[in-house]
């Protein structure tokens, strides 16, 4: 079986070797030169090469402002948010720093913070209690324009809460213990900010650009030795003069409606009197050319701090929105051209920045950052370079817009919360403005031109005007700035803290 197995096998192979087709003889290949391009390889990183696109911008909602007066002229401030059950409850003051007598800086800061320092017959303690009571503890703030305090509450607390804001409003303590405790604590804290080169600059910077006797010319809170003169009858007159049902506003922000603060303020206000009024507009500080530049020696100090500026604008000026876009371009943002020259090109400083601030009266225009001490010379000369780039370089299509969306973009920011749509209220207050102001500031970034922006900054940040403060070792600015010839070297020795 075997055998037959084997022959069969045999057989059938050799069968189908006969019946199998000739194999096909393969095509010839063309030569090299006709060879088909091998496709390119695709780069796997390409895509890098271009960002991705953004999404759509989120709709700009701005929030709604409402005004009424009460009889006796107390202004009522609201912007409605039902979101949650919290309201702000605050009141606004029309005074501010702008108003400190003369050799008396510090006064309003200190009065204002008085306040909470005891009313109604209750102690600070008391007080403070009353308030923690109800889950809260009162902020007092005051600037150049104003002054406001306030506190965020469950909305079922509002009542509770403005009935102590009507005690801490109207009826202070003003009691001689605690004005003594509150004054030994301002200046403690003032000469802790005397050794700081930022708060120099910034007490020497203002009496550069506005002087000694405009309303602008010091810092909110004093120095350590005007603050050493007030007293408390000072704090007294203060009070008297300047707080006021005419001269403040209820400002209620959060889920409440008009009508509800309406009811609320007169139920705690309705019946309080006073004289105080608005007090002036400060008037526009003179622009001369810089005659010197003005040092506060620190010896041995590594960095030098530099600022740069002068008068700009008031709110509601023509220039105001134009002047804000120029600004930004010039040192508003990271990509700007001044901190992209100190910081990223030059490496001389961790970042450098410019901003304007439209105040009741021209605010300042202020350029600043802080340097090595080693390139004090060589880092002024480039503030002065951008400076005098704005004409030599014109600002950009494409600087404009990114400075535009990002002013833009970044109003929503202050109204993030109910305490921010409250400090947003009493700066309309403060300001004098109308309620749909920052509308206004939206439609007015949107359409300064680009021939306006320009015109605008070859205005106000041309270099001849701009006075120079710095705060640093003196030998270094002796070195390498005096060959400058910018102005006279000025020192402006640190004040010293009074003697006890």
Same mark, same amino acid.
């Given at each position: 079986? +075997? $055998?037959?197995?084997v022959?069969v096998?045999v057989?059938?192979?050799a069968?189908a070797?006969?019946?199998?087709p000739?194999?096909?003889?393969?095509?010839?290949?063309?030569p090299?030169?006709e060879?088909?391009?091998t496709?390119?390889?695709?780069?796997?990183?390409?895509?890098?090469?271009?960002?991705?696109?953004?999404?759509?911008?989120p709709?700009?909602?701005?929030?709604?402002?409402?005004?009424?007066?009460?009889?006796?002229?107390?202004?009522?401030l609201?912007?409605?948010r039902?979101?949650?059950?919290l309201?702000f409850?605050?009141?606004?003051?029309?005074?501010?720093?702008?108003?400190?007598?003369?050799?008396?800086?510090?006064?309003?800061?200190?009065?204002?913070?008085?306040?909470?320092?005891?009313?109604?017959?209750? %102690?600070a303690?008391?007080?403070?209690?009353?308030f923690?009571?109800?889950?809260?503890s /009162?902020?007092?703030?005051v600037?150049?324009?104003?002054?406001?305090?306030?506190?965020?509450?469950?909305?079922?607390?509002a009542?509770?809460?403005?009935?102590?804001?009507?005690?801490?409003?109207?009826?202070?303590?003003l009691?001689?213990?605690?004005f003594?405790r509150?004054k030994?604590l301002q200046?403690?804290? &003032?000469?802790?900010?005397?050794?700081s080169?930022?708060?120099l600059?910034?007490?020497?910077?203002?009496?550069?650009?506005?002087?000694p006797?405009?309303?602008?010319?010091?810092?909110?809170?004093?120095?350590?030795?005007?603050v %050493?003169?007030?007293? @408390?009858?000072?704090?007294k007159?203060f009070?008297?003069?300047?707080?006021?049902p005419?001269?403040?506003?209820?400002?209620?922000?959060?889920?409440?409606t008009? %009508?509800?603060?309406?009811?609320l303020?007169?139920?705690?206000?309705?019946?309080w009197?006073?004289?105080?009024?608005?007090?002036?507009?400060?008037?526009?500080?003179?622009?001369?050319?810089?005659?010197?530049?003005?040092?506060?020696?620190?010896?041995?100090?590594?960095?030098?701090?530099?600022?740069?500026?002068?008068?700009?604008?008031?709110?509601?000026?023509p220039?105001?929105?134009?002047?804000?876009l120029?600004?930004?371009?010039?040192?508003g943002?990271f990509?700007?051209?001044?901190?992209?020259?100190?910081?990223?090109d030059?490496?001389?400083?961790?970042?450098?920045?410019?901003?304007?601030d439209?105040?009741?009266?021209?605010?300042? @225009?202020?350029?600043?950052s802080?340097?090595?001490?080693?390139?004090?010379?060589p880092?002024?000369?480039?503030?002065?370079?951008?400076?005098?780039?704005? $004409?030599? +370089?014109?600002?950009?299509?494409?600087?404009?817009?990114?400075?535009?969306?990002?002013?833009?973009?970044?109003? /929503?920011?202050?109204?993030?919360?109910?305490?921010? &749509?409250?400090?947003?209220?009493?700066?309309?207050?403060?300001?004098?403005?109308?309620?749909?102001?920052?509308?206004?500031?939206?439609?007015?970034?949107?359409?300064?031109?680009p021939?306006?922006?320009?015109?605008?900054?070859?205005?106000? @940040?041309?270099?001849?005007?701009?006075?120079?403060v710095?705060?640093?070792?003196?030998?270094v600015?002796?070195?390498?700035?005096?060959?400058?010839?910018?102005?006279?070297l000025?020192?402006?020795?640190?004040?010293?803290?009074?003697?006890?």
């Amino acid at each position: 079986m +075997r $055998r037959l197995f084997v022959a069969v096998s045999v057989l059938a192979l050799a069968a189908a070797c006969k019946t199998a087709p000739e194999p096909t003889p393969e095509p010839s290949q063309p030569p090299a030169s006709e060879a088909p391009a091998t496709p390119p390889q695709e780069d796997a990183e390409a895509f890098r090469n271009q960002p991705p696109k953004p999404g759509e911008p989120p709709e700009l909602v701005l929030p709604k402002f409402e005004q009424t007066k009460l009889d006796n002229g107390l202004t009522v401030l609201v912007s409605p948010r039902k979101e949650l059950p919290l309201v702000f409850v605050g009141v606004a003051f029309a005074s501010g720093g702008s108003q400190d007598p003369k050799g008396k800086w510090g006064l309003a800061d200190i009065s204002y913070k008085m306040l909470v320092e005891g009313a109604a017959g209750k %102690d600070a303690q008391a007080l403070d209690q009353a308030f923690q009571d109800l889950g809260v503890s /009162p902020s007092v703030s005051v600037s150049p324009d104003g002054a406001f305090v306030g506190a965020r509450v469950l909305k079922r607390n509002a009542d509770a809460a403005l009935a102590l804001l009507s005690d801490v409003v109207r009826r202070p303590n003003l009691a001689q213990k605690d004005f003594e405790r509150r004054k030994k604590l301002q200046l403690a804290e &003032l000469v802790r900010a005397m050794g700081s080169p930022g708060f120099l600059a910034q007490q020497a910077y203002l009496d550069a650009v506005f002087g000694p006797e405009h309303p602008y010319g010091h810092p909110v809170s004093g120095l350590p030795a005007t603050v %050493d003169t007030v007293t @408390l009858k000072d704090v007294k007159g203060f009070y008297q003069k300047n707080v006021g049902p005419k001269a403040a506003a209820l400002v209620m922000t959060g889920d409440v409606t008009l %009508d509800e603060a309406v009811t609320l303020a007169k139920k705690y206000f309705g019946d309080w009197k006073g004289s105080a009024t608005l007090p002036p507009i400060p008037p526009t500080p003179a622009t001369p050319p810089r005659q010197q530049v003005v040092y506060v020696p620190k010896a041995g100090l590594d960095q030098t701090v530099m600022v740069l500026g002068r008068p700009g604008v008031a709110v509601g000026h023509p220039d105001e929105y134009a002047l804000e876009l120029a600004t930004t371009v010039f040192g508003g943002f990271f990509g700007s051209r001044l901190n992209m020259n100190l910081r990223e090109d030059k490496g001389y400083s961790y970042g450098a920045g410019a901003s304007t601030d439209a105040r009741l009266g021209v605010g300042p @225009l202020t350029a600043s950052s802080a340097v090595r001490k080693d390139v004090t010379g060589p880092a002024l000369t480039e503030f002065f370079r951008e400076m005098k780039g704005i $004409r030599e +370089r014109p600002i950009t299509q494409k600087e404009l817009e990114a400075a535009r969306e990002g002013l833009i973009r970044a109003i /929503p920011g202050g109204f993030e919360s109910v305490e921010g &749509l409250g400090s947003s209220a009493a700066q309309l207050f403060f300001l004098r403005r109308p309620m749909d102001e920052f509308a206004r500031t939206v439609a007015g970034l949107e359409k300064a031109t680009p021939a306006e922006v320009q015109r605008v900054a070859e205005t106000y @940040l041309g270099p001849d005007a701009m006075q120079v403060v710095l705060v640093g070792d003196p030998e270094v600015i002796q070195q390498q700035v005096g060959p400058m010839e910018l102005g006279k070297l000025t020192a402006k020795e640190p004040v010293a803290p009074p003697k006890k």
